[in-house]
């Protein structure tokens, strides 16, 4: 009773007393965002059921064991809830400190260059490294870390900006000031971790690095100056910077290089083939639009209502990768159109919760970093489902939470839990009244 009355108090406004009614004018109680945790918790279980259903056949034929991949999804889902709720009930604002910030994307770019230097290439790409018997796939984290060093970044220079550290001589050079450290430094920071990932080559983490990277730049309130300034000198730094580097190179590396992303080619290809009815036009052969053609049977053969959970016949080795890539084909066949749709609707959700968290932030660390993780999981999500349904080429995006990938869920839960972090910590607290 004690430590509740204490609270009371400090979270005390205003004290009313007009002879009659005696009012305290307070701070609404911290709560985490049940609508997120409702949703996540959902798609965690409806995740593991369809892993398990689309991952059966491959995983007694290759394991010996149809429980397989879903155990081993289950044991990194679990290690990411435990991970999300200790983040959860931490305040957001401890994690709102320079160290973390610049640890984050030194580790970000320290695990990019070790996949691509050692990393194993797997279907064209060097994606992934092998750490105590476990393949790793550190462009997931560079995800989490992109994001948090945006915000880390920005909330460092306005601080900087309060304490009058950064001002300059006159009003000219303290717009340019402005315009570098707002535009031009962040941005050439994540663009060579951007460079460094496009050249393993990873082009699907390349374009939601650059999404979110977008929008979380966009969430900062930076002065339309400074985007001009400072966006027209990061782009003059990369063009000269570019074409230096590629009049100095050799040309056997330029030749490696292009050989280097023969599979993106190949790729827009099997898109261009399966969206054209002209013969001649198609330049990608049967055994390279296979998949992507499979995922199409998938789809269409489950209609409205899908036929039945466990009776899909894609998934019995006709469709490659229908527990990870293509998770969401399997659904649509077993499931049908309302399965595929209760998928969507379950992101569309979550985006809004998310963004509303965002909304409602109390500072601008929160804002940023809610909304690029908001954004991460719903823009990964609908790649994914625009691979399936080939509105979009190949680009080997899992589906959070659905598709079999331990390190990536680990992640996501890792994000879900810092939205929640700042939903209970980080958001703006409403004022009402108690008559005492």
């Excluded at 509303?356 to 990964?380: F, H, N, P």
């Excluded at 680009?395 to 939470?401: E, V």
Aim: glycine share 8%; hydrophobic share 50%.
């Amino acid at each position: 009773m004690k430590r509740k009355m204490k609270d009371l108090v400090s979270d005390t406004i205003a004290y009313e007393d007009d002879g009659s009614v005696k009012t305290l004018d307070v701070y609404a109680p911290r709560h985490v965002n049940i609508g997120i945790i409702v949703i996540v918790t959902l798609m965690m279980a409806f995740g593991l059921v369809m892993l398990f259903s689309a991952s059966m056949p491959k995983a007694y034929t290759s394991q010996g064991n149809s429980m397989y991949y879903v155990i081993q999804q289950g044991r990194f889902l679990i290690l990411g809830f435990v991970a999300a709720v200790v983040i959860t009930f931490l305040p957001i604002k401890w994690f709102d400190k320079w160290p973390f910030f610049v640890a984050m994307y030194v580790l970000a770019v320290g695990m990019a260059v070790l996949t691509m230097v050692k990393g194993s290439v797997i279907n064209g790409s060097r994606r992934w490294i092998l750490i105590g018997g476990v393949s790793f796939q550190p462009s997931e984290f560079v995800k989490v870390a992109i994001v948090f060093f945006i915000a880390g970044y920005r909330s460092f220079i306005q601080r900087m900006r309060k304490k009058g550290r950064l001002r300059a001589k006159n009003a000219k050079l303290q717009s340019m000031k402005d315009a570098i450290l707002d535009i031009t430094l962040p941005g050439i920071m994540v663009l060579f971790c951007l460079l460094i990932v496009v050249l393993q080559p990873h082009m699907s983490c390349f374009l939601i690095l650059t999404a979110i990277s977008g929008i979380c730049f966009l969430c900062c309130g930076i002065p339309l100056k400074s985007w001009l300034k400072g966006g027209g000198l990061l782009l003059a730094i990369c063009i000269v910077a570019g074409s230096l580097l590629f009049l100095a190179m050799p040309t056997e590396k330029k030749k490696s290089l292009q050989k280097n992303f023969n599979h993106v080619v190949t790729r827009l290809n099997i898109f261009a083939t399966m969206n054209s009815d002209d013969e001649e036009e198609k330049k990608a052969d049967e055994d390279e639009t296979y998949q992507s053609e499979q995922s199409i049977i998938a789809i269409g053969s489950g209609g409205l209502t899908g036929v039945g959970f466990g009776n899909s016949r894609q998934k019995y080795m006709y469709l490659p990768e229908a527990h990870n890539d293509y998770v969401y084909s399997i659904i649509c066949e077993e499931l049908g159109f309302l399965g595929g749709l209760s998928v969507m609707v379950l992101f569309w959700l979550f985006a809004i919760c998310g963004f509303m968290v965002s909304w409602q932030a109390d500072s601008l660390y929160s804002r940023v970093l809610t909304a690029g993780y908001t954004s991460l999981l719903t823009i990964q999500a609908f790649l994914n489902i625009g691979v399936a349904i080939g509105a979009i080429p190949p680009t080997g995006i899992t589906l959070p939470f659905f598709s079999y990938g331990g390190t990536a869920n680990f992640f996501f839960m890792i994000a879900v839990g810092m939205i929640l972090s700042v939903s209970r910590t980080g958001r703006k607290r409403k004022i009402v009244k108690l008559a005492v």
